[in-house]
């Protein structure tokens, strides 16, 4: 995939996720931060790192499952894997 | 892992809490304990503890078994040990606060009500310390909020062997000296460390994790935090320490409870410095109305504060303890606990009925779940009612006090009117109610369908 194919795909995967509203903060997950990067390799292979809000966070599951399900329906993505990391740590600051 | 799972029996806790704070109401409304009889007097206690461990105790054990994982960032140890000790805990608490009426001289009880009760209550906490006690040993080292949980467990542990000795004395059924001894000089020490330790310090603990959760205010661990950690586990261990103390029958103890009160009240003025940085340092302009009702909390908990130490300085706590437990047990933790509830209840609900669906349909925020114009007046009129009542105590007038408590079942059923609203999901716009032919929620007990949860 060439890189402005892989840059497409990638403000394709961003504007889905952009659907997904954190229901306490009412916000979607990328405007909050909680996309950490959208990394796209060969074959249509997509790694999403994403985070929540706070460590523990009993939605923490239905999130990256939601991440997950909306990526891999993205034209272009052949498989979709999420990471979920604590490193750093989410910040308020990190909303856009 | 990182997950927390959505716990099960967390609404059964709350449901079986607001009952007996309702059942509490009712018997302030109809002048059964103080302010009608005497601080000391069965009724009373049979008051005293249908509040302190039939509504606060149960609503602080349901909110730790959905925050602990939260605050240690794993899942609970032993979850299934909770529905065994919520019933555990129901009916003791239940045999416990009749046992007192049977005291108080109501027909056909039996005193031994009493220590039949404190032992299947005292069994029912036992479960739950150990749930919460072994996740946390399994979490070292603790993130602070954790640590103020871990030493209110260590006073409920104490709080209820000196409980426990009470009810088997005050049962006839003990009578050994040092037994006597405790019942006799130690009550004061079973109050603070269930009122302050167990729920209050607890309180304090969690309230630092969710405002700054809730509110998005910067989660750092201020050293200014762990001063008020430091000072409330000094203090406490002091008030523990004053038992052994009774027990050999050394002098000087005056002296330790003078230490640990003030230890104690510069640890609530640090503690309210920070709370004012996490309000004034969140990101959320606007305010939830769970926070915005839990600065009722906040400024009751100030005011019971400066009355207390009037009453060190003045030397008269005794006369004065009547309203400001009042004003501590109602005021800040009821407060407190009804303002938060106002939260997870409708947190715990989306993540029931609409966490499976997120990124498959449109879901409503878990803000649509309540309507908070409706609840606010409810809030209000509740710490008017409060305001009353602990004015009617100082002035020692019944009827106001009667008639403020009757304000505060009003409030208090509005709002318990709200949670149910919240369960049903009556506030949810009918186009996003049950998307995809789902079912609502139980109202009190879990889901025992197929439901997936993380």
């Known amino acids: ?96 | 892992m990182f997950g927390a799972t959505l716990s099960r029996w967390t609404m059964s806790y709350f449901a079986a809490a607001l009952i007996f704070l309702a059942i509490g109401e009712m018997m302030m409304v109809l002048g059964f304990g103080y302010p009608v009889s005497s601080i000391e007097a069965p009724e009373t206690l049979a008051l005293v503890h249908t509040i302190a461990l039939g509504w606060l105790s149960l609503l602080m054990a349901g909110a730790l078994l959905q925050f602990v994982p939260v605050l240690v960032g794993r899942p609970l140890s032993f979850p299934h040990l909770a529905f065994p000790a919520l019933v555990l805990l129901v009916v003791g608490i239940t045999s416990l606060v009749l046992g007192f009426a049977s005291l108080a001289g109501t027909d056909g009880l039996s005193p031994l009500l009493l220590p039949v009760g404190a032992t299947v209550t005292i069994a029912g906490f036992g479960l739950l310390v150990s749930v919460f006690a072994t996740t946390l040993w399994q979490a070292r080292p603790l993130p602070l909020p954790a640590r103020f949980v871990a030493a209110g467990l260590g006073s409920l542990v104490i709080a209820c062997l000196l409980g426990g000795t009470y009810a088997f004395v005050l049962s006839g059924l003990a009578d050994a000296p040092g037994a006597i001894d405790l019942t006799l000089e130690g009550v004061s020490l079973h109050a603070a460390l269930g009122l302050g330790g167990w729920l209050s310090f607890t309180t304090m603990g969690v309230s630092y994790r969710l405002l700054t959760m809730f509110m998005l205010s910067p989660d750092r661990e201020r050293r200014s935090s762990r001063t008020v950690w430091i000072l409330g586990a000094a203090a406490l261990g002091m008030i523990v320490c004053i038992v052994p103390m009774i027990l050999v029958g050394f002098a000087g103890r005056t002296t330790v409870l003078v230490v640990a009160a003030l230890a104690s009240v510069i640890a609530i003025g640090i503690y309210m410095a920070d709370i004012v940085r996490i309000y004034r340092g969140r990101k959320r302009k606007l305010i939830e109305l769970n926070s915005r009702a839990g600065i009722g909390a906040f400024a009751a908990l100030i005011v019971a504060t400066v009355i207390f130490v009037a009453l060190l300085i003045s030397g008269q706590i005794p006369e004065g303890v009547g309203p400001l437990v009042y004003l501590v047990t109602f005021g800040w933790l009821t407060g407190m606990g009804l303002a938060q509830l106002y939260k997870i209840v409708p947190f715990i609900t989306w993540l029931e009925c609409y966490g499976p669906l997120l990124g498959r349909m449109p879901t409503p925020r878990v803000q649509d779940l309540v309507v908070e114009t409706r609840a606010a007046f409810w809030f209000r009129l509740f710490y008017l009612t409060v305001a009353v009542a602990s004015v009617a105590l100082y002035l020692d007038s019944t009827w106001l006090f009667r008639a403020g408590s009757l304000g505060q079942l009003i409030a208090v059923n509005a709002l318990v009117f709200e949670f149910v609203a919240t369960r049903r999901l009556s506030n949810v716009p009918s186009n996003l109610r049950l998307p995809g032919g789902f079912t609502g929620p139980h109202l009190f007990f879990p889901s025992f369908q197929s439901r997936r949860q993380p």
């Not at chain 1, 952009?18 to 950490?36: F, H």
């Not at chain 1, 991440?67 to 600051?93: D, H, I, K, S």
Request: hydrophobic share 40%; charged share 25%; glycine share 6%.
């Open chain 1, 1 to 96: 995939m060439q890189p402005a194919e892989s840059e497409e795909l990638v403000d394709r995967i961003r504007d889905t996720l952009r659907t997904i509203v954190d229901p306490e903060m009412g916000s979607n997950i990328v405007d909050l931060g909680l996309i950490y990067d959208i990394a796209v390799q060969e074959g249509g292979l997509v790694r999403v790192t994403m985070t929540t809000t706070i460590k523990g966070c009993p939605a923490t599951a239905f999130l990256k499952e939601a991440v997950q399900n909306c990526v891999w329906y993205v034209p272009g993505v052949e498989y979709a894997e999420v990471r979920l990391t604590y490193e750093p740590p989410w910040t308020p600051e990190m909303m856009h």
